[in-house]
């Protein structure tokens, strides 16, 4: 049984992260607290994706039913999409349960010649699943939430480089994150799918070559893959050694075909390339829900959205403590002082509830010597304040 402490619905609430609220099932009101750390997994996961050489799009919304109907998505996957009603002039529309059809319009506009690929898209996506209200929990199935999702269009030869590439930067990525144990798993065609026998396959055999060339030997699990293509799953371990997927990277013959996405090739001539669709967290809401619970909410300092509490001792430090305070800020570091007429057991206290990192104290002492006494987990040192500077850099500094 998970403990309360682990919980991220106790801990969402134990810190002010976020709420849920029966208004808007499945969706998340995100607290300032809540939201900082959001937006530092966003940015890490936007640095990302430029290193993987992604360049970042973003697409409507709501598309209108032919969009679903040559993604297939209106056939197969509509009981999971959140359809509006079209009127004699409006056709229906849905709301986008992903990106992938946004991405084949930007590259449908024109057909951009063999040198240009792969042709990599990115997009924070925020995106709507009708799921039941039955399945709901948490962070961890929402209605909305924002997919890291990416596109790569590339040609055949091109497979095995970007699995292999993309193999590799999430192994680093989930590392960064505090997680080690990593493992794969390769989902073949379903009963319900799109597409010929012959397109799955040639696409179930060139991603598990793909796959097995970039080192990895993934369990096989018949019959899981999308309507659209096989899928090579990533399986991550979190300290309560409970698996979670997050990485996914699916081969797809069918949709850029069905929305003539075309490039010329070193002869001239118009061929179709093939799509990859790829993704490194799934949802950014999910991933975040298992990291509170993998570090039972103390996320590592460069997650936190309070990195230090500088806390004066009395009254007479508050001049030195704003003059610490503003070198941290001028340093990129999210600080801020504790002015309150509290003890300085009461100020450590309070920043440990609130999981900040650091508590920089400045006493009589440090103040005439130019020093603060800077207690995290690991203990407590007095250091020149530059050196603090350096030391807590050091520790919020993003791996990624
Ligand atoms: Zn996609």
Redesign the pocket.
Known sequence: MLSNDHDHRHVGQRLDLFHLQEDAPGMVFWHPHGFTRYRVLEEAVRRQMAREGYREVRTPQVLRQPIWEASGHWQHFRAGMFVLAGDEEERAAALKP???PG?LQIVARRAPSYRELPIRLGELGLVHRDEPSGVLMGLFRLRQFTQD?G?ILCEEGQVDAEVERFCRSLSHFYEAMGFDAVSAAFSTRPDERAGSDEAWDRAESVLLAAARRAGLDPIIQPGQGAFYGPKLEFVLKDRLGREWQCGTI?LDFVLPERFGVQYIDATGARRTPVLL?RALLGSLERFLGVLLEHHAGALPAWLAPEQVVVAPVAEAQHLFATRVLERLLAAGIRARVDARAETLARKVQGAHEGSVAFVAVVGRREVERGTVTLRSRGGQRELALEEAVLEIQRDCHPPI
């Open positions: 992903v990106s992938c991405h999702d596109h699916q669709h």
